[in-house]
T-cell receptor, first 119, second 115 residues
Framework: AQSVTQLDSHVSVSEGTPVLLRCNYS??????LFWYVQHPNKGLQLLLK??????LVKGINGFEAEFKKSETSFHLTKPSAHMSDAAEYFC?????????????????FGQGTILTVHP | GAVVSQHPSRVICKSGTSVKIECRSL??????MFWYRQFPKQSLMLMAT?????????EQGVEKDKFLINHASLTLSTLTVTSAHPEDSSFYIC???????????FGDGTRLSIL
């Protein structure tokens, strides 16, 4: 079984200030973890992924996340927010699926965090 | 990068109509495609996993006769919502992966509104 908890449903920051979006996970397997971003009425875009290599993962648009096994966390950060970063962010864990033997790679999504960036 | 195209982006139709949504991987062969449903202000819920050339695997609680999935080629999967009713109104998103060990790439979604 696997689950993801995003600790904040909304985060509001000023442009140019740091961003922190928190995510905790649980998994029965060695997990792969992802952060996706969704702009209104759009699909999801992959920001970054952790797949048991380096624990500090750098992604697109200046985002990065650190995998901390001891804390079961995978928080997303960015040093300086831009207005274009305003969107909804999903922390996602993947492991073996539960709908038959072919469902490897099933994603479990967190509840999402809406990031608002003020001028 | 990997591109997934989903069509149509928006559908408005009458109750009882069947609606087909297409999901295409444009620059890679997708061995597996996934269909999700997203209610307003909620996260994505996996509906089914589709492997090319085989029957889709549905998640618990998803009616396979209501949501017909076909994955006839490595670049195309379709979701047909049969005899749609207002409660089927939602945002449907597909994703595709060329390997079970690779990230999924998402389409832009289809906003389905049943009157």
């Amino acid at each position: 079984a696997q689950s993801v908890t995003q600790l904040d449903s909304h985060v509001s920051v000023s442009e140019g200030t740091p961003v922190l979006l928190r995510c905790n996970y649980s998994s029965s397997y060695s997990p792969s973890l992802f952060w996706y971003v969704q702009h209104p009425n759009k699909g999801l875009q992959l920001l970054l992924k952790y797949t048991s290599a380096a624990t500090l993962v750098k992604g697109i648009n200046g985002f990065e996340a650190e995998f901390k096994k001891s804390e079961t966390s995978f928080h997303l950060t960015k040093p300086s927010a831009h207005m274009s970063d305003a969107a909804e962010y999903f922390c996602v864990v993947t492991g073996k699926g539960n709908a038959g033997g072919t469902s490897y790679g099933k994603l479990t999504f967190g509840q999402g965090t809406i990031l608002t960036v003020h001028p | 990068g990997a591109v997934v195209s989903q069509h149509p982006s928006r559908v408005i139709c009458k109750s009882g109509t069947s609606v087909k949504i297409e999901c295409r991987s444009l620059d890679f062969q997708a061995t597996t495609m996934f269909w999700y449903r997203q209610f307003p202000k909620q996260s994505l819920m996996l509906m089914a996993t589709s492997n090319e050339g085989s029957k889709a695997t549905y998640e618990q609680g998803v009616e396979k006769d209501k949501f017909l999935i076909n994955h006839a080629s490595l670049t195309l999967s379709t979701l047909t919502v049969t005899s749609a009713h207002p409660e089927d109104s939602s945002f449907y998103i597909c994703s595709a992966s060329y390997s079970s060990n690779q990230p999924q790439h998402f389409g832009d979604g289809t906003r389905l509104s049943i009157l």
